[in-house]
């Protein structure tokens, strides 16, 4: 069991705006450990989607944001597309664990 | 553009040691700026980190794993290296191997290689 905890899916129709949740607690998200955010498509390797809560590596498109809040962090993803169908990752520092730790994942569905 | 490529036995007897190397091109390991890690992926489940390795050969393992992981360094052949020792059917997993940077807001791995499927059974 993660340490990050992530819905293990959502949906949304092509156009909509979709959130990921990844909830933690005073150890890891809320002792102020950035989050970072992952995509992976099916077969391939995790690909850096969001950095530092907020930040967008090259060529990510600004459809995809994140933010963070007291113990939790969020990703939004607007004008869903059918590309958009993946399985998205948290990942964060946990002090407790003295350990790099994931979220479990959340496999979106594009309607 | 740095790229990683992992490679080892796709098959792996229980109890005994699985067995990993990444090759790096397109950068040094040798460089103070980047952590190399290992990150796994059991069929159908989420990422785990397994550990992280500096060009010091300094490392930090998760400590779910600790006793039975060793990560090493081969500055010669720019690779890096994993060994799982004990392993059971539960070690079977996607193995990655990935870049991260030195800086403390940089722990965020952007770079991966395209893992490779190690198997464990009798």
């Known amino acids: 069991q993660s340490v990050l905890t992530q819905p293990p899916s959502v949906s949304g129709a092509p156009g909509q705006r979709v959130t990921i949740s990844c909830t933690g607690g005073?150890?890891?998200?809320?002792?102020?450990?950035?989050v970072h955010w992952y995509q992976q498509l099916p077969g391939t390797a995790p690909k850096l989607l969001i950095l530092n809560d907020i930040g967008r590596p090259s060529g990510v498109p600004d459809r995809f944001s994140g933010s963070k809040s007291d113990t939790s962090a969020s990703l939004a993803i607007t004008g869903l597309q059918a590309e958009d169908e993946a399985d998205y990752y948290c990942?964060?520092?946990?002090?407790?664990?003295?350990?790099?730790?994931f979220g479990g994942g959340t496999k979106l569905t594009v309607l | 553009q740095v790229h990683l490529q992992e490679s080892g036995p796709g098959l792996v007897k229980t109890s005994e040691t699985l067995s990993l190397t990444c090759a790096v091109s397109?950068?040094?390991?040798?460089?103070?700026?980047?952590?190399w890690a290992w990150i796994r992926q059991p069929p159908g489940k989420g990422l785990e980190w397994l550990g992280t390795i500096y060009y010091s050969g300094s490392t930090s393992y998760n400590p779910s794993l600790k006793s039975r992981v060793t990560m090493s360094l081969d500055m010669s052949k720019d690779q890096f290296s994993l060994k799982l020792t004990s392993v059971t059917a539960a070690d079977t997993a996607v193995y990655y191997c990935?870049?991260?940077?030195?800086?403390?807001?940089?722990?965020?791995?952007?770079?991966w290689g395209q893992g490779t499927l190690v198997t464990v059974s009798s």
């Open positions: 990942q964060s520092y946990d002090n407790s664990l003295s350990a790099t730790v």
């Open positions: 397109g950068g040094s390991i040798s460089s103070n700026s980047y952590y």
């Open positions: 990935a870049r991260r940077g030195s800086g403390y807001f940089e722990d965020y791995f952007a770079s």
């Open positions: 005073r150890s890891n998200i809320g002792a102020g450990y950035v």
